[in-house]
């Protein structure tokens, strides 16, 4: 079974643009959530998707979004990009929104 | 505040030389905790989940300990593949989302 696949695998951008990443999940999970890793740091959580119903928000701004299909599969989009959004950006889906997490090998966000 | 602690932040063994790995947490009730290992350019690869002090789980030369107020990863004679970032998280048990909360990790490293 495929796992938890992220596009794209890197991404360059400057200040001020917009980005969109994709994840879909395992076949069979129905909560996606995004979590953000800078360098030497621990993943930290930005949303949960349950059902595509925001389930939860970490303590980002609010230039980041994100939405669930009705496939499950998901979207996080972050406007107006700062130096500091620079980071590994892992989706992660699990069973249920109680379920320990399946990550994605993320997808590498470079702002210049 | 910070809600997981973990230590140390890296740790260097020969192969063979077993050692623990600690996790230290604050949280207003536990639903679960969890360990992960992470390659470089990777996502957390799940190992194990702890839910009540007193549980013990294992996996080949992993061994993982809960107490009300932390728990350890017990490595017994490492093998060089065994090198990883190894990230503690724990689930609290409020609320309607699944936030986990990420400690910063070990990086361990086996020299053969």
């Known amino acids: 079974d495929a796992g938890v696949t992220q596009s794209p695998t890197h991404l360059i951008k400057t200040r001020g643009q917009h980005v969109t990443l994709r994840c879909s999940p395992i076949?069979?999970?129905?909560?996606v959530s995004w979590y953000q890793q800078v360098l030497g740091q621990g993943p930290q959580f930005i949303f949960q998707y349950y059902e595509k119903e925001e389930r939860g928000r970490g303590n980002f701004p609010d230039r980041f979004s994100a939405r669930q299909f009705p496939n499950y599969s998901s979207e996080l989009n972050v406007n107006a990009l700062l130096l500091g959004d620079s980071a590994l950006y892992l989706c992660a889906s699990s069973q249920d929104r109680f379920e320990k997490l399946f990550f994605g090998s993320g997808t590498q966000l470079s702002v210049l | 505040e910070d809600q997981v602690t973990q230590s140390p932040e890296a740790l260097r063994l020969q192969e063979g030389e077993s050692s623990s790995l600690n996790c230290s947490y604050t949280?207003?009730?536990?639903?679960?905790l969890f360990w992960y290992r992470q390659d470089p350019g990777k996502g957390p690869e799940f190992l194990f989940t702890?839910?009540?002090a007193g549980e013990e789980k294992e996996k080949e030369r992993l061994k993982a300990t809960l107490t009300k107020k932390e728990s350890f990863l017990h490595i017994t004679a490492p093998k060089p593949e065994d090198s990883a970032t190894y990230l503690c998280a724990v689930q609290e048990g409020r609320g309607t989302g699944n936030q986990f909360y990420f400690g910063t990790g070990t990086s361990l490293t086996v020299i053969p």
């Open positions: 949280v207003s009730g536990l639903r679960g």
């Open positions: 076949s069979g999970h129905k909560s």
């Open positions: 702890l839910y009540s």
